[in-house]
């Protein structure tokens, strides 16, 4: 702040406009001196970047964005502040000054201003806010829109620093001084219409690690093989709410870009139902209808209704989304609307019953998310049919969590469909868990030798994780929750690489068996860290009755893996269908899958890879939760927090003593005169 203010206070600035430089070249030079300044104070912050990168799977490309944001934040600022210093002689008035017109920056970008303003207005004011763009900048996007944003009004108010610097040589009276408070005014409008239309520009780096906001490989081969056109009717109001346009400009840059993947073969249509009756009446025969929004209205609150639905049409079919209510999901729900409709055959996925099996009912999340691609039956095993378990009527056979031993026909019928090239996905306990006793009960499945001959067993003890795990509830202390880590409640890893788990992060499960892998083919998908282990059955599983941790007998488990004969090392083994065993039921209920939904996304791939169709699988696998941060002792968490919070200030503080010294050796060093 005082970077103009003290040189015009202390009256070197007159001093210093007498220099062989221009005003551009004197502002210039504050503004970078400044900016580095800044950016050096947030390179401060590297070495907690690094030591996350550490300790979790965190990506690289979204903290690389985010110091770009940052450093683009800066020069914002370091602008605002020598435009604030350049209007006055006083350091805390132009602190003053430059603190609210950043505040205002931020705060045009509030619900809080934004629902008290018509939606048109509020729509034009939000990207005049430096919110959404350094939101979108921080999650791993470098968009030109938000680039233009910070370089224009950056410049904008460099600008205007330097007219008011300049403004000292002009008298009032002169043309000059009209024409450049003129250009000003006009430079102030062309900054804020070019920030307005800025969003018809297009042009974007997705620095994620995944291309979580690129269109993926799966995308781009599912429309690539159109051989029809395919219709997208997007629904929007002109007066959504302002907290709708960040998800409305995700839908447009999702659409524009699936239209430039499809070679012409897709087809988007923005339609506003508002502006004709027609329009909206053929929305609502589509199955879209209006939502209502609250809008604050000379202080009270009104209730308004608009559009923000789409429907893809392909010939004689079509696929609603009746309100488009969250957007990272929505370009594989789109895609695989399309591949729906351009499909001919559908899988059918088949969940056994009998031996105490549960049904797919018994976990709607996973019925729903399947129902769209696969057709859904239930077959019995009990039976002595032969001819209901067989690869013409079902590709995919599904057993969740027998509670009787299957019986020996059951089990033949199960490896002959396998041998025959049909495909399962297991998942079994070894031991079940009663809320009326503390102790489990040991599960005998019938499947060990079925198991045990491709490469796979099944452990009697239970799976536990004294490092990667979730918390369980212990009840109330005064005001405060109690929790506590729950090892038998382990958040899996992953293990081999592998299309089921390539961009998730991490699965939670819960009670698991841990799995024995004996052939070398078998490629394990989900293991426990390294502070991993086995309990022994019976296992107790009240929190506080559990063993304390033996570093001694830490070891990684494995807790699913993936079976493909094709990558058997025997050639005469490489026949039959893929499998996938989990050594858990309980990932896939509810509570579990609340708190983590890549359990749900991690199914629906198995589902996807023993289909063979991995197109989607790249589509929907695209994760943007936070990895979990795992600690391998608590060494390394000290090491890590007091690393960060005592070792980079005294870096600074070394550096900035060695400075000081270097300045003063050198005053102090004896000049003397060299012979040319």
């Known amino acids: 702040m005082r970077s103009l203010a003290e040189e015009r206070r202390s009256g070197t600035l007159e001093w210093l406009l007498s220099q062989p430089l221009t005003e551009a070249d004197m502002v210039a030079g504050k503004f970078i001196g400044n900016w580095i300044f800044v950016v050096v104070a947030l390179a401060g912050t590297i070495p907690t970047a690094l030591g996350i990168l550490m300790v979790s799977d965190a990506d690289g490309g979204i903290m690389v964005a985010q ?11 370091v602008a605002i502040g020598l435009w604030a210093s350049s209007l006055t002689r006083n350091q805390i008035t132009a602190f003053i000054l430059a603190s609210t017109v950043s505040f205002l920056l ?12 018509p939606p048109v207005l509020a729509s034009a004011v939000s990207r005049l806010s430096v919110i959404g763009h350094f939101q979108n900048v921080a999650r791993g996007v470098i968009d030109l829109r938000d680039v233009l944003y910070f370089f224009s009004t950056a410049g904008l108010f460099l600008t205007m620093a330097i007219a008011l610097v300049n403004r000292q040589r002009l008298s009032s009276g002169r043309g000059a001084y009209k024409r450049l408070r003129t250009g000003m005014a006009a430079l102030v409008g062309i900054v804020i219409v070019l920030n307005l239309l800025g969003g018809n520009i297009r042009g974007r780096i997705d620095l994620t690690r995944e291309g979580l906001y690129t269109l993926s490989d799966g995308t781009r081969e599912t429309l690539g093989n159109l051989d029809d056109l395919v219709t997208i009717k997007l629904f929007v109001s002109d007066e959504l709410p302002p907290e709708l346009q960040p998800a409305l400009r995700d839908v447009q840059d999702l659409v524009t870009d699936l239209r430039r993947a499809s070679g012409q073969q897709l087809v988007v249509e923005n339609l ?5 009756s027609e329009v909206a009446a053929e929305a609502r025969s589509l199955g879209i209808i209006q939502n209502e929004f609250n809008v604050l209205r000379a202080d009270e609150f009104e209730v308004r209704r608009g559009w923000f639905g789409l429907a893809v049409l392909y010939l004689d079919e079509r696929e609603i989304i009746p309100f488009i209510d969250r957007t990272d999901d929505l370009e594989f729900r789109l895609v695989s609307a399309v591949a729906n409709m351009t499909t001919e055959e559908r899988t059918t996925v088949a969940f056994v019953s009998g031996f105490g099996a549960e049904g797919i009912g018994t976990f709607p999340w996973l019925q729903q998310g399947l129902a769209d691609r696969y057709d859904i039956t239930a077959v019995d095993l009990t039976s002595d049919s032969v001819t209901e378990l067989s ?12 509670k009787e031993p299957l019986a020996e026909l059951a089990v033949e019928n199960l490896g002959s469909f396998i041998d025959a090239g049909g495909s399962a996905l297991l998942l079994l306990d070894k ?4 809320p009326q006793s503390p102790m489990t009960e ?10 045990e001959d491709r490469g796979v067993q099944l ?23 109690v929790v506590r880590p729950y090892p038998l409640w382990p958040i899996a890893l992953k293990g081999d690489v592998h299309s089921t788990t390539r961009d998730l992060n991490n699965v939670s499960m819960g009670w698991a068996t841990a799995i024995t892998v004996t052939d070398s083919s078998v490629q394990r998908l989900w293991v426990t860290s390294e502070a991993g282990g086995v309990q022994p059955p019976p296992v107790i599983i009240i929190p506080d009755a559990l063993e304390p941790p033996n570093p001694e007998n830490f070891q990684t488990v494995t807790l699913a893996v993936a079976i493909d004969p094709a990558k058997d090392e025997d050639p005469e083994s490489r026949g039959g269908g893929r499998m996938i065993v989990v050594g858990d039921v309980d990932y896939l209920k509810e509570e ?6 890549q359990n749900l996304i991690f199914t629906a791939n198995a589902i996807d890879w023993l289909a063979q169709d991995e197109a989607l699988i790249d589509i929907r696998s695209k994760n943007r939760t936070p990895p979990a941060i795992v600690f391998t002792s608590d060494l390394q968490a000290a090491a890590l927090q007091w690393g960060n919070l005592v070792g980079v200030p005294v870096l600074f503080v070394m550096v900035g003593v060695a400075r000081v010294m270097g300045r003063r050796r050198r005053t102090e060093s004896r000049w003397t005169e060299v012979d040319a």
């Open 67 to 77: 110091y770009a944001g940052g450093i683009l934040l800066a020069a914002q600022g």
């Open 106 to 117: 931020v705060l045009i970008g509030t619900p809080v201003v934004l629902i008290g303003l």
């Open 272 to 276: 506003n139902p508002d502006d004709d």
């Open 391 to 402: 690869v013409e009527s079902s590709q995919i056979v599904v057993l969740v969590g027998p």
């Open 431 to 434: 031991n079940t868990v009663s």
């Open 442 to 451: 040991p599960i005998a499945t019938g499947l060990e030798e079925f198991l």
């Open 459 to 481: 452990d009697d003890g239970m799976a536990l994780d004294h490092q990667s795990n979730s918390p369980v509830q212990m009840g109330r202390q005064g005001l405060f929750n």
């Open 592 to 597: 579990f899958v609340r708190s983590n939904p």
